[in-house]
């Protein structure tokens, strides 16, 4: 766990790299590339997500994929660039990015649901764990076809791995506080999947 820090002197740095996390975490790349692909709103197709699950929904698989990368990537981008100024500002940082996309400014505060941005944090802060919780989400994705349970039960998962591998408690609590967030955006997921109502992986919405 970092040393006790001088909020006198840290605060603006943990100010500036929560504010950049949340700047970053707030493009809605899923958003941006169908309307570059000609695909229009993707809010206005399958669930209105603007994530690569419902990216994927449109039958663009590489544009899917492009989307899941890049949601990744700007939730690891924050904390590592976050990282010259030390463990504290990446912690601001990586909870500024996930809240970005959560609640993008741009878009009314209406973004995704944060399973890439929050991967790819967990890949910069601990690449171990972050590898469990992918390989969670792939095992349970692959037997069940539910990408909202392979989110919830690897982000469920994610603060166990990092306490095996890191034993950073204030990393954990980070990590919790993520995967809570997580299950609330989830919350219509998770009445779908209780009355067997939700699509899976590939399936269409009306």
Same mark, same amino acid.
């Given at each position: 766990? %970092?040393? @006790?820090?001088?909020?006198?002197? +840290? /605060? %603006?740095?943990? $100010?500036? +790299?929560?504010? /950049?996390?949340?700047?970053l975490g707030s493009i809605p790349f899923g958003l941006l590339l169908a309307r570059l692909a000609g695909l229009g709103d993707i809010r206005g197709i399958g669930s209105g997500n603007i994530g690569a699950t419902n990216v994927l929904r449109t039958g663009r698989k590489g544009l899917a994929a492009a989307t899941l990368l890049l949601d990744a990537g700007k939730g690891a981008g924050a904390v590592?660039? +976050?990282?010259?100024?030390? %463990?504290? @500002?990446?912690?601001?940082?990586?909870?500024?990015?996930?809240?970005?996309?959560?609640? %993008?400014?741009? $878009?009314?505060?209406?973004?995704?649901?944060?399973?890439?941005?929050?991967? /790819?944090?967990?890949? +910069?802060?601990?690449?171990q764990a972050g590898l469990a919780a992918c390989a969670t989400w792939l095992l349970v994705a692959g037997l069940l076809r539910y990408a909202s349970l392979a989110a919830l039960l690897s982000l469920a998962a994610a603060p166990l791995y990092i306490w095996l591998f890191t034993r950073d408690l204030q990393l954990v609590e980070l990590i919790a506080v993520l995967a809570v967030l997580?299950?609330?955006?989830h919350r219509v997921n998770i009445v779908r999947l209780l009355k067997g109502e939700e699509p899976k992986i590939g399936g269409k919405r009306a």
């Open positions: 766990m %970092p040393d @006790p820090i001088s909020w006198e002197f +840290a /605060g %603006p740095y943990l $100010l500036a +790299a929560f504010a /950049g996390g949340y700047l590592l660039l +976050a990282g010259v100024w030390g %463990p504290d @500002p990446q912690l601001m940082a990586a909870l500024g990015a996930v809240l970005g996309h959560l609640f %993008p400014l741009w $878009l009314r505060f209406r973004g995704g649901k944060g399973v890439a941005t929050a991967l /790819g944090v967990l890949l +910069a802060l601990a690449w997580i299950c609330i955006r």
